[in-house]
């Protein structure tokens, strides 16, 4: 029934095979193989073979590649806006993320990579980064004094240490391992996968769940080649997005709790300390983005109210969840294993 | 055409004395500030970067103007100098090909890419076109220098060599 | 896929044999291969940012540093009393300082996570020492490139963490303390050839010098030594990364050479950063270009078709590891080692763990082998560094690296059949 050649769409992203928001992109193939009725191909290029995140934006606004899969963090140099999400503490937790992330400024924040080029097919859920560091518990940010941290290559991540108290060093995200080993730094921070699958735990003896920052990861397309598809093609593809999505959210659950089992029994002492004295000593830094459109926007995302979730009437009330520590009620993200949110 | 090749050799190796130097100064000063002050600048890594890039670029057009560049004269070494000066001839263009094609047309639509869309870089928050600008401006120099080499070539004359360093 | 790799190989080896550099053969035989898929401009953009992408790393600093510290401890008196020195030592024995090559490599290696920076380091005074004591330059050169791999199975090793990333699951604790006894191995047996080479040559042997001389030179050659000091105890003790022990040993082999030893004058500074940027450029023009390379053979699956039809061939074990290994050092012949881990890691490792393989083992055998990928033609960045150190042209090095290649290969072939030379240490640190 179709005649005409596949059409292959190349998807490349910096996460190596075994993480499971690449196994979400595969599923993202499947689902885009079936809607097409094997018209259409998504090839998948894994564990940064084709750039690091920032080059794999480049090009698809070169227009080389088709799809790829980046933390929201590199985009702020794209679009100085997407800046919102490495901001510490702007996210109550992970129902308000994604009430934010599926309402309007989700929306809009996606569309204003058209300007650049960019189509924004959705978002993936990358959890919370946390700290972890390798002989000093951290309970409160006076902890963090004389601490150096590794933080991205991002000016956002720098402030948000400092403000905490701690010092922040620049550290690629290939090296930390070893600058942990020798002491260049005393921590860093991530999300509980990229913490596990890094192998940082190997080295670290605290896993400090004060979740301040949540960076979700994006799929992006080039609006180029975007542009040449045909409506229905365009319909595929964004329903496919649409199935990796929420099969992509439950993995991410899995494998974040997955990752503090495992870390705990390694020995990692993991620490649910209480995050108001965090969420106080950004404030400074949240103040100081009034009155720029990255403030009009934390504005607008603190005002969000997340709809609560019905229970079903029937169901006795001892069924449902206690409220937990800290932890359950953010939820996880993930930003990279090798390359992620870093660079 | 000598008085042109000696006035851009001589801003050439001004230009990248001073790249050198700053590189070291730049990744000892990363170290200075993180271990003498407690306060780690967050810049130095990705000025260092930037300045390996240039360095890198600057550098291939200086290699390439001293004739430094590997070559594998296993074949053309057996050539009679009428072949000899034939396949120079090509190959000379063939650089200044890449040149142009690679490092001038493709590294200049990058750096006016990243112009237009506004594209910042991570640290210092310049803009990445700058950093990006090695790329056609190094082209630009090999392309420059192959050029006169083909005209020496092609007048059978020895284009001046660079001063020893 | 098969014409995309047919259009790469055809011009670069085209172009090569017209003596076009090397650096511009790959990016012209990239160019023609991006042309089958691409559209003109967004092909040669694409290549212009693949080119900058591949000299985008922190990591990558080390050579210049090192390339710059080698020419003041070369110019500076520096390398001549470590030299004197050494050669007090052991140069009584035959092929003395070919010896002190291999051993000075691998004790680079052993504070460097690069082969790229101990060629560098160690070849940029080391091939003039060797040249007045008569060696045969290009054979000096093959020396120091052989030895130089050595430092990526010493830890520190940047490729074992990559390694480690790619596999999934391997512990680099584990990987690095593995790494060590493959490394020693190849070195001795490195040292074995050079000691062999030197008989058949005839190269100098030293006269034993008489024990308070020894002393002398060893004394004299205290302040130098005290650099591997500085620099290996400043990484250990977390005062900085590896990459910036490059610039510290720039600026102690500054001190060393301008305010102690007076040797180089201020005067004669611009001439050694231009000297320097000179033979660091060339190497960055490679290392671009290779990165392009290795692009679009990933973008073209090239890697992946190849090993998967290699792989049909055979069922026996002992053979299919065979097969991994010469796949591995064709790949080696023309990628650099990072993209060769990150993409035959997850192809290979599988086949390798059914095979009853464990990772750690399957994760030194790999590096081991693309090691040799780094000294082999056509694309090997640590023989770059070599040849434009040793201004020697790449065919003459190929010569003396023969036996080294004969030696490196016997070493592969014991570490892939026989696990406990990877697996026996991490094992007594219960790794
Ligand atoms: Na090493
Ligand atoms: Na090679």
Sequence with gaps: SKPQEVVTLRMAHTLDQEHVVHKAMVKMAERMAFYSDGSMKIQIYSGGQLGSERELIELLQIGSLALTKVSAAPLEGFVPVMKVFSLPYVFRDSAHLWAVLDGAVGQDLLAALEPVRLKGLGYYDAGARSFYTTAKALHSPADLAGQKFRVPNSQTSVEMVQALGGAATPVDWGELYTALQQGVVDGAENNPPSFYLSRHYELSKYYVLDEHSMVPDMILMSQHIWNQLTPEQQGWLEQAMADSVVYQKTLWQQASDDALSKVKAHGVEVIYPDKTAFIQAVQPMLQAQQGTAVGDLVNKIMAVQVAPVAVPANIPAETTPVATPVTKTTTPTTSALTGGSDE | MNKAVFWVDQILRRTLMVLMASIVLVVCWQVLSRFVLGEPSSMTEEIARTLLLWIGMLGAAFAYRTGQHLGLDILTRKMSPLWQHRVALVLTAMVVMFALAAMVVGGGQLVLLTYQLDQMSAALGIRISWIYLALPLSGLLIAFYGLCQLCCLWQKIELTPAEDC | ?431
């Design chain 3, 1 to 431: 896929m098969e014409l995309s790799a047919l259009i790469l190989l055809v011009v670069f080896f085209a172009l090569l044999m017209l003596n076009v550099p090397i650096s511009f053969c790959i990016g012209l035989a990239t160019l023609a291969t991006m042309l089958l898929s691409m559209d003109l401009l967004p092909a040669l953009t694409t290549l212009a940012q693949r080119m900058a992408g591949g000299l985008n790393s922190f990591a990558l600093l080390a050579i210049p540093f090192f390339v710059l510290s080698g020419l003041l401890m070369g110019r500076g008196g520096i390398a001549k009393r470590l030299i004197e020195c050494a050669m007090a030592l052991v140069g009584a024995l035959p092929g003395g300082l070919a010896l002190v090559n291999v051993m000075s490599c691998m004790l680079f290696g052993a504070i460097s996570g690069s082969a790229v920076a101990a060629t560098s380091a160690i070849g940029s005074f080391m091939l003039p020492e060797m040249k007045k004591q008569g060696y045969d330059t290009s054979y000096s050169a093959a020396v120091t490139a052989a030895a130089a791999t050595t430092g990526m199975l010493i830890p520190p090793s940047n490729i074992m963490i990559v390694y480690a990333i790619a596999s999934g699951g391997v512990s680099i604790a584990a990987l690095f303390v593995a790494g060590y006894f493959p490394g020693i191995l190849l070195g001795i047996a490195l040292m074995i050839v050079c000691a062999g080479y030197a008989k058949v040559k005839g190269y100098p042997t030293g006269a034993r010098l008489p024990l308070k001389l020894v002393a002398q030179k060893v004394a004299a050659a205290i302040p130098s030594l005290f650099m591997i000091f500085l620099v290996i105890g400043g990484i250990i003790s977390g005062a900085f990364t590896a990459t910036e022990a490059g610039a510290i040993a720039v600026v102690y082999s500054f001190i060393l050479a301008v305010v102690v030893y007076r040797e180089v004058k201020v005067s004669e500074l611009g001439n050694i950063l231009l000297k320097s940027t000179e033979t660091t450029a060339i190497v960055l023009a490679l290392i671009a270009t290779s990165a392009a390379m290795s692009w679009i053979l990933s973008y073209e699956n090239i890697p992946q078709t190849v090993s998967q039809g290699l792989l049909t061939l055979s069922d026996n074990p002992i053979l299919i590891l065979l097969l991994i290994n010469i796949i591995l050092l064709i790949v080696g012949a023309f990628m650099d080692m990072t993209p060769a881990v990150l993409i035959f890691t997850p192809i290979f490792l599988p086949v390798a763990v059914e095979l009853g393989m464990s990772p750690l083992h399957f994760g030194i055998m790999m590096i081991l082998n693309l090691s040799i990928g780094l000294v082999s033609p056509p694309v090997g960045s640590v023989l770059f560094v070599a040849c434009a150190i040793a201004k020697v042209r790449l065919e003459q090095l190929l010569k003396p690296l023969l036996p080294m290649y004969a030696a490196m290969f016997v070493v592969l072939m014991l570490v892939t059949y026989i696990p406990a030379i990877s697996e026996w240490l991490p094992s007594v640190f219960g790794l």
